[in-house]
């Protein structure tokens, strides 16, 4: 069996920046979503964003800012990103994941992410407790992107109904069980935990 747990949301706070970005570039939520695109909703179908290459790993976080500061005429001078990026461990995830790991169950992270925020959970240690971490910003493509699941699937070498997918976000849950893999969207570290015993998994 191989369960795939999302990062953000789930194993640590989503941490969201965006108040905080607001402050130090000096401009409103909505005018920065309107340059860059919606850094929560990296994958979706709507198009291409700013934000969406940057999670597809198609620029980097510092493309980012160059781009954002000729489309804004505000002078990015520093990763804003990573410096503002303090999520924080879900100690009953973290707990429940080393307990999967520690009766054999192959356990992996699937995220979407940016390479300051993949650079800064690495520095802080978070994907350490997974057997393997799978990073959107290096596969090329991001949750909901059935290709996303594909890649995991594939490399993991893993049938569909033989895995476990658990995110926080429901088009991102949908989009697994589409495919066939059997999906849990995280409220709790103890829910999770149960619907796993309800599997046979634990």
């Known amino acids: 069996m191989l369960i795939i747990f999302d990062m953000g ?4 706070t989503t941490a969201k920046v965006d108040k905080a970005l607001g402050k130090v570039l000096g401009v409103t939520k909505e ?6 695109g919606n850094p929560y909703e990296a994958g979706k179908e709507e198009g291409v964003t700013l934000f969406s290459l940057c999670s597809d790993g ?3 976080s510092r493309e980012f800012w160059r781009i954002f500061s000729e489309k804004s005429g505000i002078a990015v001078q520093t990763d804003w990103w990573h410096w503002l990026f303090h999520p ?3 100690e009953k995830t973290k707990e429940l994941v ?3 790991r520690g009766q054999g169950t192959r356990v992996v992270c699937g995220t979407n992410t940016i390479d300051s925020h993949y650079y800064n959970h690495l520095e802080r240690g978070d994907y350490a407790i997974f057997d393997q971490t799978y990073a959107s910003i290096h596969m090329g493509v991001s949750k909901p992107n059935p290709l ?3 890649i995991i699937l594939e490399a993991e070498e893993c049938k569909p109904e033989d895995a476990v997918f658990i995110d926080d976000r429901k088009d991102n849950c ?3 069980s589409a495919l066939g893999i059997h999906a849990i969207q995280f409220e709790s570290a103890e829910q999770v935990e149960k619907e796993l015993h309800s599997l046979g998994v634990l």
């Open 31 to 36: 005018e920065f979503f309107k340059i860059c």
């Open 9 to 12: 949301g789930v194993v640590t």
């Open 98 to 100: 080393l307990k999967l």
């Open 174 to 176: 949908d989009a697994a």
């Open 88 to 90: 924080k461990m879900n």
């Open 58 to 60: 198609k620029i980097t």
């Open 148 to 150: 996303f699941w594909e």
